[in-house]
Nanobody, 120 residues
Framework: QVQLAESGGGLVQAGGSLRLSCTAS????????MGWYRQAPGKERELVAS???????TYGDSVKGRFTISRDNAKNTVYLQMNSLEPEDTAVYYC??????????????WGQGTQVTVFT
């Protein structure tokens, strides 16, 4: 049974920073792709960022230059450093993982989600 445990969400003022973490447990030793999706109220779920075990990264257009994804393969953990946060970044952020890829179709495994709220 694979589980994705997220942490690091919260309330932050615009221009501030947050760091999200997600650790995979269970039969997670062969995850090739890990990353984050987000969903704001009334909007579709969108890819924020993904990273392969090789280190190759992909970012959504709206976060390029502000967010950085990284991973520790030994710990099956992925991190999302979010800088210069904007109110438009307010959403529930979901950890996502798969043996192959997270886009264009999301991966198979999901975390429970963590709320990020950016206020002015």
């Amino acid at each position: 049974q694979v589980q994705l445990a997220e942490s690091g969400g919260g309330l932050v003022q615009a221009g501030g920073s947050l760091r999200l973490s997600c650790t995979a447990s269970g039969s997670a030793d062969s995850f090739y792709a890990m990353g984050w999706y987000r969903q704001a109220p009334g909007k579709e779920r969108e890819l924020v960022a993904s990273i392969h075990s090789s280190g190759v990264t992909t970012y959504g257009d709206s976060v390029k230059g502000r967010f950085t994804i990284s991973r520790d393969n030994a710990k099956n953990t992925v991190y999302l450093q979010m800088n210069s946060l904007e109110p438009e970044d307010t959403a529930v952020y979901y950890c996502n993982a798969d043996r192959y890829s997270l886009h264009p179709v999301p991966g198979f495994y999901w975390g429970q989600g963590t709320q990020v709220t950016v206020f002015t």
